[in-house]
């Protein structure tokens, strides 16, 4: 005598065949894809999902940081690391000039305990906390000298990562340029 699936099952296999022919579809028109529920992804596996706020300034603070029709600039932050030396101080100071210093911020006082990767926690709420999509890490050690870090933020985790090796560098202050005048 065969057996009498339940309701609860019944509905779970309905929603796996689905899934599956999303999937089917995607594979076969792959220019046609628009979202990632489309593929059976969930935002929360993303790390994009929305959350609630508890409190009125909790809601303030979700609401200034959802998307915006007009995005804010992306803003970039640059770190003194643990050890930093001279040399990097002063290109990141540079670049920070360069950058504009409404679109960047400079963390150069006190070196942070920083080691982005073998830990990108510390640099992610530093991110989260200033609203930069960007940042800029300058180390010094003995087997490394002279490093630079970049990396790129997206949904509040890090995207990319890379360390750079300065080697023979100029500060722009040493370039002679002549005044231009409007």
Known sequence: MPKVANKKTLNSAVKQSKK???KM???????????AAELGIKAESLGIAKRKAKTHKGRKIMESREAKLIEDPKLSIFLKGTKTSQVCMDLMKDLHMMRG??????FLRTGH?????????????MCVKQNAALFVV????????????????????LL???????????????????????
């Open 20 to 22: 599956l022919s999303l």
């Open 25 to 35: 579809k995607a594979q076969q028109n792959p220019s046609k894809i628009k979202t």
């Open 101 to 106: 210093p409404d679109s960047s911020k400079l």
């Open 113 to 125: 305990e920083l080691h982005p990767f073998d830990d990108i926690g510390p640099v992610e709420q």
């Open 138 to 157: 300058g180390t010094h050690q003995k087997k490394r000298p002279d490093n630079l870090i970049l990396g790129r933020m997206f949904a509040d985790h």
């Open 160 to 182: 990319d990562m890379f360390e750079f090796g300065v080697y023979d560098y100029v500060p722009i202050a040493k370039f002679k340029s002549l005044e231009v005048d409007n």
